[in-house]
């Protein structure tokens, strides 16, 4: 970007905390108790959408620069790598642009990199289902909605509190949001615990991908040698 004429800041990296946000089943009591299910993190993330200097420098160009900047950055989309993903559909990136470059100097061949990342990580629409039918989750998972309800929280699986949340804290205030969102949270990770279903489920998504994966063997294992060749790549620059 520099070579271009223009600034860049390199964006934060997710915390060790901020990475458990998001799973199937919240099952880590002392997380749940500190960071509810994460809304700390989703603030932090907006705001950064909203003022980090990545942001403020690119709206503050003339908008011609800020064109430019943002094809310097992203590249040409009308020269792109194209992969179809293995549960359909196809995602896309530019050939061109510092993103591409930086890719290609860590990765040591960008559009294979590409290809073996989309194609690994976007196996999960493949096994989740089979997942959600087997019935040893189904069993642990019943078992986690008694508890629940015997702890005055009737839902009947996770999902239903994530497709719920946001109603669940309508018209409260900031700080009544969060403690109601840490109370349920810690009550979730209790069941969970008493139930082993963040256990069951971290082993069911084990065994189910490394089944899927045994179809895509060539992907992973240029996925995993890029990943490592990149950190190693990352550290002597």
Known sequence: MQRQGFRYWPGPVASVAERKAGGYVV???DWARRYGYGRSFDAAAEEARRSHPNITYANALPEKER???SRALDGDFDDTLTVELPSGGSVRTPRTGCYAEAREQLYGDHPAWFRAKKTVTSLTPLYVPRI???ERLVTAV??????MKGAGEPFESPD????????LIRGMSESQARKAETALAVTEAECARK??????ARALEKEYRERTLRDYAEEFSAYQRMRMSALAQAGDL
């Open 27 to 29: 099952d880590d009591v």
């Open 67 to 69: 064109m430019r900047y």
């Open 132 to 134: 959600l039918r087997d």
């Open 142 to 147: 019943t078992a986690w909605s008694h508890c």
């Open 160 to 167: 239903e509190i994530r497709r719920k949340r946001d109603g």
């Open 195 to 200: 139930t082993s279903l963040g256990k069951i």
